[in-house]
């Protein structure tokens, strides 16, 4: 068990409608990162926040958006879906501000979400 | 680019050695990770090495890295169908003032009887 809490676990939706994926970051890890993980594209880095605010920002789509709460825990929002947009997103957390230097990232077990 | 490439498939025979390898993109970066997912989990470090470093061992475990090709690779002795997972290798990316931990596609390890 990595710490890392994710919600819903498995996702069923159509296009066109609008979904939010929950993260809740290890005790005391103040950055949350978002990652994308489909068949034709692996693992994609999406969005990272700290403390609240975003810090760096990847491939992520202008319908996507995301934020950091005062709590620490993290949303991922997901609108006007489309089919391609199915695939694992994953959270992850870590104490510092960026990646830190021994690349160690918590990851939570993902939501799956599928779009019909 | 910010490509970190795998192959994506590997079957090894229980007993045998399994080599996985990686080529990444970005020659600044300080550390290159290997990280584990088993099926139904997220993804958790298995090891990483320093830039610095030229092979790193542990246990069954032994990271080569050769900075000139920028090529990276897993070796895990004795695999056992326990290995049986998707590998994933990642780079630092330092961009916009922070580093990103970018990851290849992972290469899924089958281990057969």
């Known amino acids: 068990d990595s710490g890392v809490t994710q919600t819903p676990k498995h996702l069923i939706t159509a296009t066109g409608q609008r979904v939010t994926l929950r993260c809740s970051p290890r005790?005391?890890?103040?950055?949350v990162y978002w990652y994308q993980q489909s068949l034709d594209q692996g693992l994609q880095f999406l969005i990272q926040?700290?403390?609240?605010?975003?810090?760096a920002k990847g491939n992520i789509l202008e319908r996507f958006s995301a934020q950091q709460f005062p709590d620490l825990h993290s949303e991922l929002n997901l609108s006007s879906l489309e089919l391609g947009d199915s695939a694992l997103y994953f959270c992850?957390?870590?104490?510092?501000?960026?990646?830190?230097?021994?690349?160690?990232?918590?990851f939570g077990e993902g939501s799956r979400l599928t779009v019909l | 680019g910010e490509d970190v490439e795998q192959s994506l498939f590997l079957s090894v025979r229980e007993g045998d050695s399994s080599v996985i390898n990686c080529t990444y993109t970005?020659?600044?970066?300080?550390?290159l990770y290997w990280y584990k997912q088993e099926p139904g989990a997220g993804l958790q470090l298995l090891t990483y090495?320093?830039?610095?470093?030229d092979m790193k061992q542990d246990q069954r475990l032994t990271v080569l890295l050769n900075k000139k090709d920028k090529h990276l690779s897993l070796r895990i002795a004795d695999t056992q169908t326990g290995d049986s997972a998707i590998y994933f290798c990642?780079?630092?990316?330092?961009?916009?003032?922070?580093?990103?931990?970018?990851f290849g596609a992972g290469t899924r390890l089958a281990v057969h009887p």
């Open positions: 990642a780079e630092t990316l330092f961009s916009g003032g922070y580093n990103k931990l970018i």
């Open positions: 992850a957390s870590s104490v510092v501000d960026s990646t830190p230097n021994t690349g160690e990232l918590f």
């Open positions: 926040y700290y403390n609240g605010e975003e810090r």
């Open positions: 090495i320093f830039s610095n470093m």
């Open positions: 005790s005391g890890d103040l950055s």
């Open positions: 970005d020659s600044s970066s300080t550390y």
